[in-house]
């Protein structure tokens, strides 16, 4: 499929300073912005409980107040929870509705669980796909397993030959952000047509100086010891890190915590984060120099404006390398604004995904 730019909409008054190049479009979201696609107000989560076991299982949540078994059933998707052997180890990932193929790729400690408010937004309009990368949420991994943004990647175009899925778009956050990218790059160098388009929110990047120095700390012996000792061991310490990727901490959903620790107890999940980070500096620089091959792909940038992991202004520099992209900032919202201020960020990714079919 040929990736022609579009034409961009010139910026408004109020809006964050993105310009680049082409102008292209840029776009500022207030967390209590109306939409410019009819969605529920409050969006539903999945029709799914998350527990790892070993056959693919589908089991109802609890109902909204006011609303019969019946009802539910019309407005939550039907979420099947399934596992995919791999060379490197077993897939966990959940799938969802029918239509165009879209892969979701959670960040550095996420897994599917951080796309519980996405998907059922997202199953009318596609089949989706939220994984978890081997050694994150509930996929093995085996002993020795490379954890570079590149052998990520190409796990995951291994998940979609298995699957044979075939003209899919790729939504990345943050670490999962680089994958994407990654991906994008190895489909380049192979003259692979079947990624379609990437959505990229708030993905590391070369010119987010902070990961520069918190990670290779955090990938020193030193570092990985004080923070297994630490964030790994002390559940009261699970508010602290995860109110700092808000921009809001009083916006934390309610199920978060509980829900961010369960791989950490059944999976040893923050034992493979550590692992990603000793490949930091090296993945960064790979990044940089794989950005340029993908620069024609429709691409749309979703970014908090008060992102404390991969900072903002970061975007401007992100967006000059393609030719087609469009930025949409969410003011006042932190790293992730899937769980920060889902409904306008459903909202965003389908006007991006609908618009462009």
Same mark, same amino acid.
């Given at each position: 499929?040929?990736?022609?730019?579009?034409?961009?909409?010139?910026?408004?008054?109020?809006?964050?300073?993105?310009?680049?190049?082409?102008?292209?479009?840029?776009?500022?979201?207030?967390?209590?912005?109306?939409?410019?696609?009819?969605?529920?107000?409050?969006?539903?989560?999945?029709?799914?409980?998350?527990?790892?076991?070993?056959?693919?299982?589908?089991?109802?949540?609890?109902?909204?107040?006011?609303?019969?078994?019946?009802?539910?059933?019309?407005?939550?998707?039907?979420?099947?929870?399934?596992? +995919?052997?791999?060379?490197?180890?077993?897939?966990?990932? +959940?799938?969802?509705?029918?239509?165009?193929?879209?892969?979701?790729?959670?960040?550095?400690?996420?897994?599917?669980?951080?796309?519980?408010?996405?998907?059922?937004?997202?199953?009318?309009?596609?089949?989706?796909?939220?994984?978890?990368?081997?050694?994150?949420?509930?996929?093995?991994?085996?002993?020795?397993?490379? @954890?570079?943004?590149?052998?990520?990647?190409?796990?995951? +175009?291994?998940?979609?030959?298995?699957?044979?899925?075939?003209?899919?778009?790729?939504?990345?956050?943050?670490?999962?952000?680089?994958?994407?990218?990654?991906?994008?790059?190895? @489909?380049?160098?192979?003259?692979?047509?079947?990624?379609?388009?990437?959505?990229?929110?708030?993905?590391?990047?070369?010119?987010?100086?902070?990961?520069?120095?918190?990670?290779?700390?955090?990938?020193?012996?030193?570092?990985?010891?004080?923070?297994?000792?630490?964030?790994?061991?002390?559940?009261?310490?699970?508010?602290?890190?995860?109110?700092?990727?808000?921009?809001?901490?009083?916006?934390?959903?309610?199920?978060?915590?509980?829900?961010?620790?369960?791989?950490?107890?059944?999976?040893?999940?923050?034992?493979?984060?550590?692992?990603?980070?000793?490949?930091?500096?090296?993945? +960064?620089?790979?990044?940089?120099?794989?950005?340029?091959?993908?620069?024609?792909?429709?691409?749309?940038?979703?970014?908090?404006?008060?992102?404390?992991?991969?900072?903002?202004?970061?975007?401007?520099?992100?967006?000059?390398?393609?030719?087609?992209?469009?930025?949409?900032?969410?003011?006042?919202?932190?790293?992730?604004?899937?769980?920060?201020?889902?409904?306008?960020?459903?909202?965003?990714?389908?006007?991006?995904?609908?618009?462009?079919?």
């Amino acid at each position: 499929m040929p990736r022609l730019p579009r034409s961009g909409a010139t910026k408004k008054e109020g809006e964050p300073d993105v310009s680049s190049p082409k102008a292209l479009e840029a776009i500022s979201i207030s967390k209590n912005l109306s939409a410019r696609i009819s969605l529920p107000a409050r969006t539903p989560p999945p029709k799914k409980v998350f527990v790892a076991h070993d056959e693919p299982h589908t089991g109802a949540g609890t109902a909204p107040i006011g609303v019969s078994s019946d009802q539910q059933d019309q407005i939550r998707p039907q979420v099947e929870e399934r596992w +995919l052997n791999l060379p490197d180890g077993r897939m966990h990932y +959940l799938k969802a509705g029918s239509g165009p193929p879209i892969i979701l790729l959670h960040g550095l400690l996420g897994y599917s669980f951080s796309w519980r408010f996405a998907i059922p937004a997202l199953a009318p309009h596609a089949t989706v796909y939220a994984i978890d990368n081997l050694g994150a949420g509930f996929s093995t991994a085996n002993e020795g397993m490379a @954890c570079t943004l590149r052998a990520t990647a190409e796990r995951i +175009l291994q998940f979609t030959d298995e699957l044979g899925i075939q003209d899919f778009d790729l939504l990345g956050t943050s670490h999962g952000g680089g994958v994407a990218i990654m991906v994008a790059a190895v @489909c380049e160098e192979r003259n692979d047509p079947r990624l379609r388009r990437l959505v990229l929110v708030a993905p590391i990047n070369p010119w987010s100086a902070h990961g520069k120095r918190l990670a290779p700390f955090l990938g020193s012996a030193f570092g990985s010891m004080l923070f297994r000792n630490t964030i790994e061991r002390w559940r009261s310490l699970d508010y602290l890190w995860l109110s700092r990727m808000f921009g809001d901490a009083s916006k934390i959903p309610p199920d978060s915590l509980e829900g961010y620790r369960m791989p950490v107890v059944k999976n040893h999940a923050m034992r493979h984060g550590a692992r990603i980070v000793k490949n930091w500096t090296a993945d +960064l620089a790979e990044l940089e120099t794989a950005l340029p091959k993908i620069r024609n792909y429709p691409t749309l940038l979703m970014w908090g404006t008060k992102d404390g992991a991969v900072h903002f202004q970061s975007a401007q520099e992100l967006r000059r390398n393609f030719t087609n992209a469009q930025l949409i900032a969410f003011e006042g919202v932190g790293h992730l604004p899937y769980e920060e201020a889902p409904e306008d960020f459903n909202r965003a990714l389908l006007d991006f995904l609908t618009v462009l079919r």
